[in-house]
């Protein structure tokens, strides 16, 4: 499907390596901004959805979308000018590895790369670039939002469980707590399929929030967490 169409906007993904997942999506829906925050970065937009969902449930914020493929940029780009959240909406051609803003962000987000000994594919580069950590490190991810964040700014990251704990040591050597933990699972029982985690550099002594996100329910049928969160954005419901 090279357009996918929600409720309020339409997202082309002919060019982009990366396609809209189900999981990114929850995650886009599900993540909450602190109160007064104004800016936010996307680290690695893809076709831009996330940023665009973002625009549509917060209006006062504005986002940075950066995105290291060209043609991507170009997808993204179009979509977020098509959109009726443009004037907030910037996407740009970057590398995180490299990116230093004059900004402080109050949110960065990101559906990061995290693959690492896959397979990978001989004749597409942009694909292992969007899904593979070999351009885009753990520990270089952690050290860029430590850059980019303001300094009581959230980052928020969307990884298999696994991968979350790697990810995890680069945050705590920087001064980062994990403050909210979302699991998101197929069905009740099933394991996890990706965690939703929020980083902060807060000293004050805090418990976890753990929440939990299912897709379907015991008969198959959308469960009740998800529909509350993708009903504003799917056309289904």
């Known amino acids: 499907m ?7 906007f339409s997202v082309e993904q002919k060019f982009s390596p990366a396609k809209i997942t189900t999981d990114a999506t929850v995650f886009a829906s ?10 936010a970065l996307e680290v690695g937009t893809g076709t831009g959805v996330l940023s665009l969902m973002l625009a549509q449930r917060f209006p006062e914020i ?29 996407v740009i051609l970057g590398d995180f590895n490299q990116f230093n803003s004059e900004i402080e962000y109050d949110m960065i987000f990101s559906n990061p790369p995290f693959f690492k000994d896959n397979l990978q594919s001989e004749i597409n580069q942009g694909k292992n670039t969007a899904y593979h950590t070999n351009h885009l490190s753990f520990e270089a991810l952690a050290n860029g939002i430590n850059l980019n964040l303001a300094k009581n700014g959230e980052a928020h990251i969307m990884l298999p469980y696994y991968e979350m704990s790697l990810f995890e040591k680069e945050m705590t050597s920087l001064g980062f707590k994990t403050i909210k933990s979302t699991e998101l699972r197929h069905q009740a029982e099933s394991k996890i399929i990706r965690l939703f985690n929020v980083f902060n550099r807060k000293e004050e002594k805090q418990n976890m929030e753990r929440h939990k996100i299912i897709v379907r329910n015991e008969n198959n049928d959308f469960h009740s967490s998800y529909i509350n969160l993708m009903k504003d954005f799917l056309t289904i419901f």
Not at 2 to 8: A, I, N, P, R, Y
Not at 64 to 72: G, K, R, V
Request: proline fraction near 2%.
């Open 62 to 90: 504005k986002i940075d979308a950066l995105e290291i493929n060209p043609e991507a940029f170009k997808e993204a780009d179009r979509n977020f000018k098509y959109s009726k959240w443009n004037e907030r909406l910037k």
């Open 2 to 8: 090279s357009v996918f169409k929600f409720k309020q």
């Open 30 to 39: 599900a993540l909450q901004l602190q109160l007064n925050a104004k800016n």
